[in-house]
């Protein structure tokens, strides 16, 4: 039983006006999708703390507003803010969406290779879909799991539709690029993404949330997912740095046939509350996958990563490699959940979650879980939390380096070992920056080198 | 230079030195031996400034100041190295990287202008060659998978690097090959000069053969129970402590 919460009541309002018209432009199929899961969301409501899933993230702060759906507000946006917002010195093809909506003017696409598309998902709806869209679009997010899913399903309208045709490498990396304005009264926006690679196809992505103005109330619910067919290769990196007052729910789902090569690296600086669901399907045998993260909260942020990955068949591999800094009063949680089928066998897992607490507020809940019903396996985690080593410190303050700075580089050093496995230099550039500052560290570290 | 006058020291609530006394000159080499267990390394730490060791009476003076008020860094400013018995691995900090910050911080300290990046690297070339350090090894972050001898190696690369006026050496020849030791001697006696001093701590001879000491200790049971001149390690060596060791007193 549930009761109608003021959001309920706020989301129904939102979604009857939203429904009639998203219906005129949408293929009928995703219209009756997308009232189905509205009424799974309605007989769901949000998720409550007693809910195993949810026990470390109350989402009473989202319930208690009245959001509006996030306006198109690419107008409000000068180019220059978006080569801020995107990775600087990085030649890339870059769609840029304001508050949830293409925005075609802000975008570079011109440089695309014969083949490959990236464009607005409303836009391929509009002009009712494509065999691509219709096979994959909610097919392995769904509906009946969460109810941001579920949430964000019934609010598709617009995202990325990314699609690499077998064989093609595309060079350069893409920038899908999410700015949010935020307004007056709390807006929603519910980027979609669908994301597929042909066989053999390679692909580099990065997804990048921003606020433009901080101060503002918002909420990002967003869900991608990413099909990686056989032999094929992507690199996906994820940057949340939304505003201070924004709430973000992002979801990644991906299904990687065999001999793929998939690798996330996601990094978690901004909103007050987010939560991130990755979920890696292995279901073709000799796949790599890799799911590797960074948080780095303060004050009262709280950043929840929830990791799932499935090993459906024998012979693949993959890493988990998760860091979490956290001062103040931030709170991180993080659940790694692994699942080996029975028929999974010869597979090898190994996930590893390594949390700093750099003051006595912050606190981490950590949960490694893992599910094995094959017998001829490798599955290894462990989990970390702690202070700065004392032996480290005072090895660099006997060599004449103060103990704030030995903090700050120890620090950097943690953070930097997810930020130097980023294979785009301008982005592992600029997110070093981003610590460096964060931690106060003046010169650095990494362009020091004898030759 | 360095004036040690009846220490008392604690570990974890158990007093480890018993009424320490030691004086060190400019210019002189000091060899301290003694049982496993007996304080040198606690010995070692308190005169560099680690926490855990609680100081429960006694003064060390180093050129006449106070160095028991000094935090480590402080320490390491005025001039005072302590290469460790068990040096730490630091992930993610590139040697140079750290040894650029830790010159500098020295630097500045002492009123000097910081070095830039091809001073230093200069400065940095000019010393590998002394420890036969590749760059490699330079790139890596601090210590990290680095063997046992390199690590002892990195150690007197760094004190070359920083110049100390005392350098205290714990148990640096320990897991040495031939070679390596030479190169450890080396640079140690590259450092000796008329206003530098070295103490260092050692279970074997064979270091003192290539870096000849002026003085001689046995730390037992946290006091220094004989001193005497090089000639007495050639003693240890063929004799052992138990003709030393003092019955201990409750
Ligand atoms: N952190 C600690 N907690 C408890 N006891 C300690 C600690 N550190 C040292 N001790 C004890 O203090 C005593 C002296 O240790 P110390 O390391 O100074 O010996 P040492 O003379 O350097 O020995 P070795 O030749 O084996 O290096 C030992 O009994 C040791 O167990
Ligand atoms: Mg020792």
């Known amino acids: ?451 | 230079m360095l004036e040690i006058r009846n220490l008392r020291a604690n570990v974890a609530d158990k007093e480890i030195l018993k009424g320490l006394d030691l004086t060190v000159r400019p210019g002189e080499v000091h060899a301290i031996m003694g049982p496993n267990g007996s304080g040198k390394s606690t010995l070692a730490g308190v005169i560099s400034g680690r926490e855990i060791y609680e100081v429960t009476s006694g003064e060390v003076l180093f050129e006449g100041k106070d160095l028991l008020e000094m935090e480590p860094e402080e320490r390491a400013c005025e001039g005072i190295f302590l290469a460790f018995q068990y040096p730490v691995e630091i992930p993610g900090v590139s040697n140079t990287y750290f040894l650029k910050a830790a010159l500098n911080s020295i630097r500045k300290h002492q009123g000097l202008e910081e070095l830039d990046a091809m001073d230093f690297l200069a400065l940095v070339k000019s010393k590998m060659q002394l420890l036969n350090m590749d760059n490699d090894l330079l790139n890596r972050s601090v210590n990290e998978g680095f063997s046992g001898g390199e690590k002892k190696r990195n150690e007197i690369f760094q004190m070359a690097v920083l110049d100390p006026k005392l350098a205290l050496l714990d148990e640096t020849d320990s897991g040495l090959d031939i070679d390596a030791l030479k190169l450890v001697a080396n640079g140690v006696n590259a450092l000796r000069s008329p206003d530098r001093a070295v103490v260092l701590v050692t279970h074997y001879q064979r270091l003192l053969d290539y870096i000849v000491p002026d003085f001689v200790h046995v730390l037992s049971a946290g006091r220094i129970v004989k001193s005497g001149g090089k000639e007495l390690a050639q003693e240890l060596e063929a004799k052992g402590y138990s003709w030393l060791e003092e019955p201990v007193n409750a």
């Open chain 1, 1 to 451: 039983m549930t009761t109608a919460t003021k959001t309920d009541q706020c989301f129904n309002g939102l979604f009857s006006s939203f429904h009639e018209e998203a219906a005129r432009r949408q293929p009928a199929e995703l219209t009756a999708l997308r009232d189905a899961a509205f009424k799974q969301f309605c007989a769901t409501g949000f998720p409550s703390v007693r809910e195993e899933e949810w026990r470390f993230t109350n989402v009473a702060p989202v319930e208690r507003l009245s959001f509006e759906l996030a306006k198109p507000a690419a107008g409000e946006i000068s180019p220059d803010q978006v080569s801020l917002a995107g990775v600087r010195g990085l030649d890339s093809h870059e769609i840029v969406f304001v508050n949830g909506h293409f925005s075609a003017e802000l975008s570079n696409l011109q440089k695309l290779p014969q083949g490959v598309i990236v464009c607005s998902l409303a836009e391929i709806l509009r002009e009712g879909g494509n065999k691509t869209v219709s096979a994959e679009l909610g097919r392995q997010t769904g509906f009946d799991k969460s109810a941001f899913q579920a949430l964000n399903l019934a609010f598709v309208s617009d995202g990325a539709f990314v699609h690499i045709p077998k064989g093609v490498v595309l060079a350069d990396p893409l920038e899908i690029l999410y700015l949010s304005t935020g307004g007056d009264q709390p807006t929603v926006s519910f980027p979609r993404n669908l994301i597929v690679v042909e066989e053999q196809g390679q692909l580099t992505v990065l997804e990048n949330y921003e606020g433009v103005n901080a101060g503002n109330t918002y909420l990002t619910n967003a869900v991608t997912e990413i099909v990686v067919r056989a032999h094929a290769n992507v690199d996906y990196y994820r940057l949340q740095c939304e505003d201070p007052g924004a709430f973000h729910f992002g979801s990644l789902q991906v299904q990687q046939e065999e001999q793929s090569n998939f690798r996330s690296h996601a990094i978690t600086l901004g909103a007050s509350l987010s939560r991130n669901d990755l979920g890696l399907t292995l279901v073709g045998e000799n796949c790599e996958g890799t799911l590797n993260g960074l948080y780095m909260i303060g004050q009262k942020q709280l950043a929840d990563t929830h990791t799932r990955i499935d090993h459906a068949v024998p012979n693949c591999l993959s890493h988990e490699l998760y860091k979490g800094i956290l001062k103040d009063d931030a709170r991180g949680v993080f659940n790694g959940y692994i699942l080996v089928r029975p028929d999974a066998q010869k597979t090898d897992a190994k996930q590893t979650n390594k949390c700093l607490l750099l003051s006595p507020t912050a606190q981490i809940n950590t949960n490694p879980q893992l599910e094995i019903y094959a017998d001829d396996v490798k599955c290894t985690h462990g989990a970390t939390i702690g202070q700065l080593d004392e032996n480290s410190i005072f090895y660099l303050r006997s060599r004449g380096i103060e103990e704030h700075d030995a903090r700050c580089l120890l620090t950097y050093a943690f953070a930097n070992d997810i930020i130097r496995r980023i294979k785009i230099e301008p982005l592992r550039n600029q997110l070093e920056d981003i610590v460096l500052v964060a931690q106060d560290v003046k010169a650095k570290p990494s362009t020091l080198e004898v030759k």
